[in-house]
């Protein structure tokens, strides 16, 4: 899915006639004290690329999976590109907050975004306090995780009890939410600069309907109230470009999720608008600014 996005990217490059260089994070090096200090092998054309003097901006597509020191090796990178003048879309800030599901919702709270009930803890026993405060049906997911990998609704307090002590057992972060009565489905709004540009129902089999886990896309309008809630989360976390959930649970629409290296290829099946030139219409007007 990702591949598929960053290929319609390039391909919106190419009808522009726009030259550019595809590379992933482990490709890269950084010097520090002699130049250039990035560096990356253009495997393409075979020739060195010295991302400071011969490119204007980075989009970065997905920062991957990988372990923290690879995650933060490579927020460092955005950084520093960064600091240095280089325009990079997702903003680096953006990038780190949406890895993160804890810090992700707390920003949107702070914002008067709505999202559901949700306690973090390293603690089992807070944890189990807040199973039943949550009201015993609830969703355990990874802190850092993504595509649905790894989410669990947990509706018995005896497996709750074994499932934390098995995350704290492996040093993770217990991230416990209630569960949100949402009918199979839900809505992903695309954002692209403060705009609702497409957006689709992901209707699935069971409560998870991410598209990489088989679910539906259907077109759909958004009522203005869901538009600006999407395009407020968005830029509460600071995505010039995101994919935001939003489920309609019982009490009102819910913010689960801001994606800020979102794939596109369910929603481009749904919409006439073309994501990829969005995006690169997007850098582009940044880039004369
Ligand atoms: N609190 C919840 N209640 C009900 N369903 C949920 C809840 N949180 C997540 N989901 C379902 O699980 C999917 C994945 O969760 P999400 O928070 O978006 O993480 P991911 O980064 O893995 O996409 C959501 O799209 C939604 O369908
Ligand atoms: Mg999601």
């Given amino acids: 899915m990702e591949a598929w996005s960053s290929t319609q990217v390039r391909e919106a490059l190419t009808k522009r006639g726009i030259p550019y260089v595809c590379f992933t994070f482990p490709k890269l090096i950084a010097r520090l004290a002699y130049k250039p200090h990035f560096k990356v092998l253009d495997a393409t054309q075979q020739k060195e690329v010295n991302l400071q003097e011969d490119l204007d901006a980075l989009i970065v597509r997905p920062i991957g999976r990988g372990s923290l020191e690879e995650l933060v090796f490579r927020m ?36 008067d975004v709505p999202v559901p009930r949700t306690a973090a803890t390293e603690n089992v026993a ?30 018995d307090a005896d497996i709750a009890d074994t499932v934390f002590k098995a995350i704290t057992f ?3 972060v217990i991230y416990l939410q209630e569960f949100v009565a949402h009918g199979h489905s839900d809505i992903r709004a695309f954002v692209v600069d403060g705009r609702v ?22 077109s ?15 830029k509460a976390v600071g995505c010039k470009v995101a994919g935001v959930d939003i489920l309609e649970g019982p009490t009102g629409p819910k913010i689960v999720d801001v994606n800020s290296q ?26 004369k600014k």
């Fill in 76 to 111: 460092d990178m955005l950084y520093k590109l960064e600091r240095s003048g280089f325009y990079i879309i997702n903003p680096p800030e953006a990038i780190e907050h949406c890895v993160d599901k804890y810090d992700i919702l707390s920003i949107l709270e702070g914002a």
């Fill in 126 to 155: 807070e944890a189990l306090k807040a199973f039943k405060e949550l009201g015993g049906d609830v969703v355990v997911k990874p802190i850092f995780g993504s595509r649905g990998m790894g989410a669990t609704r947990i509706v």
């Fill in 170 to 172: 492996h040093h993770g």
């Fill in 197 to 218: 540009v497409a957006a689709m129902r992901r209707v699935a089999e069971g409560w998870k309907t991410n598209y990489s886990r088989g679910a539906r896309p259907s």
């Fill in 220 to 234: 759909t309008t958004l009522s203005k109230e869901f538009e600006d809630l999407a395009v407020k989360a968005s």
């Fill in 262 to 287: 979102p794939g596109w290829k369910g929603l481009q099946m749904v919409t006439k608008v073309n994501i990829a030139d969005e995006i690169v219409n997007f850098v582009l007007l940044e880039l």
